[in-house]
């Protein structure tokens, strides 16, 4: 199998993490009154404006809200200008037939496993079950991470995913959570090389340690959830995206930025989606 690897001149890899753009195929399309192909373009805009320099960037997951073969294009055409490549892996909201309609692509791959530098690897774990909310990692996934961790023992590894393993504290969303995730954190203990997860699935900015790891969800491009509800709730807080740094030392600097205050708000008198 051939080995995808991403090479740094720097003594650290610099990630940008998108994810939750939930696109449609018609371009006005909306979710919960916010036109989320407007919003991916704003924030990708922002970080084509802020100047910042990545090695690469990933999208973990709800590309789409429709299934579309063509939302999948306005992703594909709305990072042209960010110039890196891509690593995505599908959300419970996403359709794999489609996502596979636009590869190959000049930009996107999707992979299970990239060598990141001299001392980092990422794997990419697909936790979708088709036609409901939750996720879950089969065993060959788990498979997967384990063979990985043991191929490459002496790289500290970030691992993707879509649904947040352990538990965000909104009693509607954890409803929704990796299901049997002691399986998955079972496997990460075996090993002592995954210093980060990172997952999408919230839409809000959670960065916690739990068994040693780093694990972090982060802000939607479009609409946000609230922190700490146990009932559906919007949040005031602007779209956003992560910005990793992984340093040679295994540690992980990482900020959350989002547009300005009062961008793309949604309708609060929704009960759901």
């Known amino acids: 199998m051939k080995v995808t690897s991403i090479s740094s001149d720097q003594d650290s890899i610099k990630l940008l ?8 195929e018609p371009l006005d399309g909306s979710l919960l009154s916010v036109k989320t192909l407007d919003s991916f373009h704003a924030v990708v805009d922002a970080i ?4 910042a320099s990545f090695d690469a960037m990933l999208s973990t997951g709800d590309i789409s ?3 579309s073969a063509i939302s999948y294009q306005h992703f594909e055409q709305g990072i042209e200008k960010l110039e890196l490549p891509c690593f995505w892996l599908p959300g419970n909201h996403d359709f794999k037939p489609s996502m596979n309609s636009v590869l190959p692509s000049t930009q996107i791959q999707q992979v299970e496993h990239v060598l990141l530098g001299e001392h980092w690897q990422m794997v990419l774990l697909d936790s979708q079950v088709v036609g409901v909310p939750h996720g879950f990692l089969t065993e060959q996934q788990l498979t997967l991470l384990d063979e990985k961790l043991t191929e490459y023992p002496e790289r500290n590894t970030l691992v993707l995913l879509h649904h947040h393993p352990i538990l965000v504290g909104s009693r509607w969303l954890d409803q929704h959570t990796l299901k049997e995730a002691e399986s998955f954190w079972r496997v990460v203990e075996k090993h002592n090389n995954v210093k980060a997860v990172v997952c999408g699935h919230v839409h809000q900015d959670m960065n916690v340690m739990h068994n040693g790891v780093q694990v972090m969800s982060t802000p939607s ?3 946000q959830f609230k922190p700490n509800c146990d009932d559906f709730s919007l949040d005031t807080l602007s779209p956003g995206w992560r910005e990793l740094e992984l340093h040679n030392d295994g540690s992980v600097s990482t900020e959350v930025k989002r547009l300005k205050p009062g961008s793309f708000q949604p309708d609060f008198n929704s009960a759901g989606y």
């Open 65 to 67: 809200q429709d299934h």
């Open 221 to 223: 491009t479009c609409v």
């Open 17 to 24: 993490q998108i994810t939750d753009t939930h696109l449609f």
């Open 48 to 51: 084509v404006d802020s100047g």
